[in-house]
Structure formats: C-alpha cells, structure tokens
C-alpha cells in the first residue's frame, strides 16, 4: 500500500526575513533564492498571472489545491490538485491561476548539481517539461509526490541540512522521471466556467497588467473598459474568476509590495506613494485592515525577527 507524505506545517514563511523584489531583465527573471542557499520556495494562495519569462533554474510547481495553467512555447498543460509539473532552465513560460488556490513553487539552482552531466545523459529529463500525475506515471507518482512533499517540509521547517536533504530529492525525482516513459501529451486550455476562453485570455491580460501597474490609480472603470465589459459584467467576472473583487485584489497586491518596502529604510509616506496611495492615512488604514498591525508595528516586528 502507497504511503503519502502530508504536509506538516500550515505557517509557510521564509526560513530567513529578508526584502525580495521580483527582477526581471528584458524576459530572464533572475532569481533571487534564500540568502546562502541555491534554493527558494513560494506558497501562493492569491491568483496570479506571469507573462512569458525563463529563468537559469529548474521550476516545480506542486498544485496542492486548485488548478493552474501553463503556457510554454509547444503548447499548454492544466495542472489540477495534487500534480507535479518540472519546468528545466531556460524554457520559456507563463503561468496562471486565475481563482483561488494553494501552490507550491519550487525554484533550485542546477549549478550544485552540474558534475552529475545531467545535460549531457541520454536518458536525461532535465531538458523537457514533464507533468507527473497518477495517469501518466502511475508506477513512480507517489515516489515523486513524495519527494516534493518532503522537499517543502524541510525547507518551511529549517530543517538541519535542509539544503541537501531539498537536492537529494530532487536527485531522485530526476532519477525516477528519467527510468519512467511519461506520455508527454498537451493539454488544451479548459477553464472550469462556462465563459468563453476568449474570456479567459482577457482576464490573464488583465492581472499581468495589475502586476505591472498596480501603483497606478487604477480604477473599476478603467478595468472595465480596459477588457471591453460593462461594469457591472467585469464585477461579476472578476469575481467568478478571482473569488474576490476588483479592489480587494488591487488592495491585496499593494500590501505585497508594501511589506517588501518595509523591509527597507524607506519612509511611511514613501512607502504609501509607492504603492498607489494618495496619503499616508489612507495607506495605513489599509495596510492594518489586510495585515492586521499598523506599518510601523510590522517593520518593527521584521527587525526584531532579523534581530533574532
């Protein structure tokens, strides 16, 4: 009988507080893992839209509940709950979630590992997308599963030697795929509505450009018109899509943002122009409404974590 491992913690923070911007370089993200590590690992529970990049690293995405889309140059594949998908470096790709849902993103250098020639093997899997589910590698689905599993719990943990213990599984992960005939087949798009994907495409443009413009005064109408819809059909939509409302999304992506101006020596106010608000107080208000303290209080917290 199959033995699955469970995830053992449910407070996903980082092992080290440390501020973190996303840096992209025309399309090549540049990864920024945890400090003296080649590793980093995301929990993401918001939908989120990333255009096209690539980046030098290998990228495992676990889909621990929901679904996801990704988009890579040969086609698309849907990952559902509790799938695996290895994306190698340097492939070009786009990833949505467009509702709510929990995942895991895995982001590990290859430099640790490069005397194992993976590049070089014929056998090797590190140089092709692969989705690991039940129905295409029944034989090694829990084996791998596994390893993921293990390879987030030691990291939120801090474990001792987590590192090693993060690349040993990814060691046998590799090993495992590249034994295993997985049928490579691509799936089309299928969004769990009954909207049209012309919809769907249009929602995807939509958060990528709150992405890049959420410090903006951005506002229900402008979004509206920006997809073609009336008013009152976008809040229906962007709901449906999202599970939440247009400006509970926007207000949730300026205290992302926030919270990483904070870990710098920036002023309050600065911090609140930064992120599209008008004023101070208003910024403030916010912030403690989604995070539950003041600013103040949530940079001070962050430097006594450093501190400590």
């Not at 939908?47 to 990704?70: F, K, L």
């Not at 987030?152 to 690349?167: G, K, P, Q």
């Not at 926030?258 to 911090?271: E, H, P, R, S, Y």
Request: hydrophobic residues 30%; glycine residues 4%; negative net charge.
């Amino acid at each position: 009988m199959e033995i699955l491992h469970e995830l053992n913690t449910k407070e996903y923070v980082q092992p080290v507080s440390s501020p973190y911007n996303r840096v992209l370089e025309g399309p090549e993200e540049i990864v920024q893992y945890l400090p003296g590590s080649h590793v980093r690992i995301w929990h993401n529970e918001e939908p989120n839209a990333y255009q096209n990049h690539y980046h030098s690293c290998i990228e495992i995405i676990y889909m621990h509940e929901g679904d996801c889309i990704i988009k890579v140059p040969d086609g698309s594949y849907t990952l559902h709950s509790s799938e695996i998908i290895m994306i190698p470096p340097y492939m070009m790709h786009q990833i949505a979630c467009l509702r709510p849902m929990k995942q895991f993103i895995i982001l590990m250098d290859t430099e640790p590992i490069t005397g194992f020639n993976l590049y070089s093997s014929p056998t090797s899997t590190i140089n092709s997308i692969l989705l690991c589910n039940k129905e295409n590698c029944p034989q090694i689905y829990a084996d791998v599963r596994n390893n993921v599993i293990d390879m987030i719990n030691s990291y939120f943990t801090n474990l001792n030697m987590w590192e090693v213990e993060t690349y040993s599984h990814l060691l046998k992960t590799l090993s495992l795929l590249s034994r295993t005939s997985i049928t490579r087949e691509q799936n089309d798009i299928h969004p769990q509505s009954d909207i049209s994907k012309e919809h769907y495409d249009k929602f995807f443009e939509l958060l990528q450009y709150i992405e890049r413009s959420y410090s903006e005064q951005l506002t229900l109408d402008d979004m509206a018109n920006h997809v073609g819809f009336s008013k009152f059909h976008f809040e229906r939509l962007f709901k449906e899509y999202t599970g939440t409302t247009f400006y509970d999304y926007l207000t949730n992506k300026r205290m992302q943002h926030a919270k990483q101006l904070l870990a710098t020596n920036m002023g309050i106010t600065d911090v609140a122009f930064s992120c599209g608000f008008n004023n101070q107080t208003s910024f403030c208000r916010s912030f403690k409404k989604v995070c539950g303290c003041p600013p103040t209080e949530y940079r001070k917290r962050m430097k006594n974590d450093l501190n400590a």
